[in-house]
């Protein structure tokens, strides 16, 4: 893919809609008024002569279908993945603002990679692929859509300036945070979702992350998440509330992880408040200088 291209070239691409030869090429462009855009075309270079033009003078669409073929798949480059990983296990952001902050990632990753492929300038790769973007024609997850709906050439530049000069923290973004005070998760419906997730979980260990944003859509309509901050939402219930958890699923695995030992004749109310040593060779002293000795 290049930047600039001749009539025999854009007659060889087939492009949808457009002229299939090389002087219907050149007569559709002295009909667009291509040859004023001074700026736009140039002479070629090299045998034959002739005229080159800018891809940018091509119509959103046709640029689309040009440009698509050098796009790949759009995912996490893996060095972004492996620092992602770093910064959620510290839970420096919100559930949303980590959802902005990796479709940012994504959409970074997609457009280096197709600046790469097509061997663009980084200037025409980013306007060509954030056009591509708004037009639907990159594929891409839903929950990176509705963190980026519309996306500009100076957008992805920004978010890479942020990301090689403060860290790819800078593009969780949550402008809801500061009155919620956390995630939309955490705090929807003053705490019902998460317990609501809590008890299914609870009531279904192995339940999907997909079923569990089918119940939230059902009982919450208002609260609008994405199946990635859902699956976020697992891993910090079954982290922060697994004893809970376990009390609820595994009673004998609480007993014995959990639950402080003590029986009605020892009462006890705290941690370490009472010890009590099993199968001891000798006599144990009490350190609080109580006078009887006993067996252990």
Same mark, same amino acid.
């Given at each position: 893919?290049? *930047?600039?291209?001749?009539?025999?070239?854009?007659?060889?691409?087939?492009?949808?809609?457009?002229?299939?030869?090389?002087?219907?090429?050149? *007569?559709?462009?002295?009909?667009?008024?291509?040859?004023?855009?001074?700026?736009?075309?140039?002479?070629?270079?090299?045998?034959?002569?002739?005229?080159?033009?800018?891809?940018?003078?091509?119509?959103?669409?046709?640029?689309?279908?040009?440009?698509?073929?050098?796009?790949?798949?759009?995912?996490?480059?893996?060095? *972004?993945?492996?620092?992602?990983?770093?910064?959620?296990?510290?839970?420096?952001?919100?559930?949303?603002?980590?959802?902005?902050?990796?479709?940012?990632?994504?959409?970074?990753?997609?457009?280096?990679?197709?600046?790469?492929?097509?061997?663009?300038?980084?200037?025409?790769?980013?306007?060509?692929?954030?056009?591509?973007?708004?037009?639907?024609?990159?594929?891409?997850?839903?929950?990176?859509?509705?963190?980026?709906?519309?996306?500009?050439?100076?957008?992805?530049?920004?978010?890479?300036?942020?990301?090689?000069?403060?860290?790819?923290?800078?593009?969780?973004?949550?402008?809801?945070?500061?009155?919620?005070?956390?995630?939309?998760?955490?705090?929807?419906?003053?705490?019902?979702?998460?317990?609501?997730?809590?008890?299914?979980?609870?009531?279904?260990?192995?339940?999907?992350? *997909?079923?569990?944003?089918?119940?939230?859509?059902?009982?919450?309509?208002?609260?609008?998440?994405?199946?990635?901050?859902?699956?976020?939402?697992?891993?910090?219930?079954?982290?922060?509330?697994?004893?809970?958890?376990?009390?609820?699923?595994?009673?004998?695995?609480?007993?014995?992880?959990?639950?402080?030992?003590?029986?009605?004749?020892?009462?006890?109310?705290?941690?370490?408040?009472?010890?009590?040593?099993?199968?001891?060779?000798?006599?144990?002293?009490?350190?609080?200088?109580?006078?009887?000795?006993?067996?252990?």
């Amino acid at each position: 893919m290049r *930047d600039w291209l001749s009539a025999p070239e854009l007659a060889a691409l087939a492009l949808p809609g457009l002229p299939e030869t090389e002087r219907g090429w050149r *007569d559709y462009a002295e009909r667009e008024g291509w040859l004023e855009r001074t700026d736009k075309v140039r002479l070629r270079k090299g045998r034959g002569g002739g005229l080159e033009y800018s891809i940018e003078l091509l119509p959103a669409a046709a640029l689309a279908a040009y440009a698509a073929r050098a796009i790949g798949d759009v995912a996490l480059a893996p060095e *972004d993945a492996a620092a992602a990983s770093v910064e959620e296990a510290k839970r420096q952001l919100t559930l949303i603002a980590l959802d902005n902050r990796d479709a940012r990632l994504t959409l970074i990753a997609a457009a280096d990679r197709y600046a790469k492929n097509a061997s663009l300038s980084r200037n025409m790769a980013d306007r060509t692929f954030a056009a591509l973007y708004n037009l639907g024609r990159i594929e891409v997850e839903p929950g990176v859509r509705a963190a980026v709906p519309k996306l500009s050439q100076r957008t992805l530049a920004r978010w890479r300036s942020l990301k090689r000069i403060e860290g790819i923290s800078r593009l969780g973004v949550d402008h809801g945070a500061a009155r919620r005070g956390r995630g939309a998760l955490n705090r929807g419906g003053e705490g019902k979702v998460r317990a609501f997730l809590t008890a299914a979980i609870a009531n279904q260990p192995d339940v999907s992350a *997909d079923h569990l944003l089918e119940l939230i859509e059902d009982k919450f309509p208002d609260v609008s998440v994405s199946l990635r901050t859902v699956q976020r939402m697992r891993a910090r219930i079954e982290e922060e509330d697994k004893v809970l958890l376990t009390k609820i699923t595994n009673p004998d695995a609480y007993k014995s992880k959990y639950r402080l030992s003590g029986t009605n004749s020892h009462a006890v109310e705290r941690l370490n408040e009472l010890w009590m040593i099993d199968a001891s060779p000798a006599d144990a002293l009490s350190a609080s200088g109580a006078a009887s000795i006993g067996r252990a």
